[in-house]
């Protein structure tokens, strides 16, 4: 077992940053396979922390249910538990990542409104 959302996750912040870094694009495509989930899939393609955000909440809730369905003594739970915790760890990542780059926006537009207020313009 994998962990597809990680990686996925990683692909789609890869796409949405900018991050051109082939070595770890192969890694995170040879993990995931072939043949992903298509929420899977979704995520790796993503092109926009927006995106990013609403496929990982989809692959979120299938692993939860995954989990729940999960035989409690068999030899894969405690992983899928372990997975599902790295998994919300990633979400609030994300979270505090869109929030940081809100903040840098209205930081810019604060710079620009004062500069505005120290260099008025005739229109």
């Known amino acids: 077992m994998t962990c ?15 991050v051109g870094d082939d070595a770890a694009r192969k890694h995170a495509r040879d993990e995931i396979g072939d043949d992903p989930d298509p929420h899977i899939a979704a995520l790796a393609e993503a092109e926009s922390l927006a995106e990013c955000r609403r496929h990982l909440d989809t692959a979120l809730v299938e692993l939860e249910e ?4 999960a035989d409690a003594d068999g030899q894969a739970y405690d992983y899928l538990r372990g997975r599902l915790v790295a998994v919300r760890d990633a979400e609030g990542a994300l979270e505090r990542l869109s929030t940081h780059g809100e903040g840098v926006l209205e930081g810019l537009g604060d710079s620009h409104e004062a500069l505005h207020e120290a260099f008025p313009t005739d229109e």
């Open 4 to 18: 597809h959302e990680i990686e996925a996750l990683r692909l789609g912040l890869m796409n949405s940053l900018g």
């Open 66 to 69: 995954e989990v729940a369905a």
